[in-house]
């Protein structure tokens, strides 16, 4: 099992940056990707950022050059860092861990506001 504990939403104004960050705890050893997803209200969870564990990373084209995905082996830490944000942007971002393409391990999501 893998537990995800998310950090770092709140509200932001258009032109902002925010930095979300991803506890992992449990059998890291058996993560093989990670990942950043979101929900706005109404529709479906799409995928934001993901990285592999050999350190790819492939990103939404809504967020390429505004969003970096990074992962701190050291600490168990998944990071979104989030600049430019646009009021689009505006969802429940989820942590997400686990095997390609999509991890069976889901955190309880942190919301992200932007105002414009």
């Known amino acids: 099992q893998v537990q995800l504990v998310e950090s770092g939403g709140g509200l932001v104004q258009a032109g902002g940056s925010l930095r979300l960050s991803c506890a992992a705890s449990?059998?890291?050893?058996?993560?093989?990707?990670m990942g950043w997803y979101r929900q706005a209200p109404g529709k479906q969870r799409d995928v934001v950022a993901r990285?592999?564990?050999?350190?790819?990373?492939i990103y939404a084209d809504s967020v390429k050059g505004r969003f970096t995905i990074a992962r701190d082996n050291a600490k168990n830490t998944l990071y979104l860092q989030m600049n430019s944000l646009k009021p689009e942007d505006t969802a429940v971002y989820y942590c997400?861990?686990?095997?390609?393409?999509?991890?069976?391990?889901w955190g309880q999501g942190t919301q992200v506001t932007v105002s414009s």
């Open positions: 997400n861990a686990g095997d390609w393409p999509v991890g069976r391990y």
């Open positions: 449990g059998s890291i050893f058996s993560i093989n990707v």
């Open positions: 990285i592999m564990s050999g350190g790819t990373k």
